[in-house]
């Protein structure tokens, strides 16, 4: 079992910045991709980044510019810094994981709200 713990969440002005965490832990053996997806109010979850084990990264329109993810392997953990922040960045904002261990897994952190005002 694959548990991911998030911190970094909290309230900002528009114009500010958070810097959000993710560590994993549990049976991991490679874990092949780590990031995060947000979801807002009436919305459909959507992917904001991700990283691979190689340090490729993937970000989603609205956030390139302005968030920067990156992954220490050695601690299997990734940090979204979000710069610029908009209200539309307002969601919760959930870490994802995937990779191998004693089976294949796929796990989801419990998210962590970040609300920007205007």
């Known amino acids: 079992q694959v548990q991911l713990v998030e911190s970094g969440g909290g309230l900002v002005q528009g114009g500010g910045s958070l810097r959000l965490s993710c560590a994993a832990s549990?049976?991991?053996?490679?874990?092949?991709?780590m990031g995060w997806y947000r979801q807002a109010p009436g919305k459909q979850r959507e992917l904001v980044a991700t990283?691979?084990?190689?340090?490729?990264?993937n970000y989603a329109d609205s956030v390139k510019g302005r968030f920067t993810l990156s992954r220490d392997n050695a601690k299997n953990t990734v940090y979204l810094q979000m710069n610029s922040l908009k209200p539309e960045d307002t969601a919760v904002y959930y870490c994802?994981?995937?990779?191998?261990?004693?089976?294949?897994?796929?796990?989801w952190g419990q998210g962590t709200q970040v609300t920007v005002s205007s």
């Open positions: 549990g049976s991991i053996s490679f874990i092949t991709a």
């Open positions: 994802y994981a995937d990779g191998t261990g004693p089976f294949p897994f796929g796990s």
């Open positions: 990283i691979t084990s190689g340090g490729s990264t």
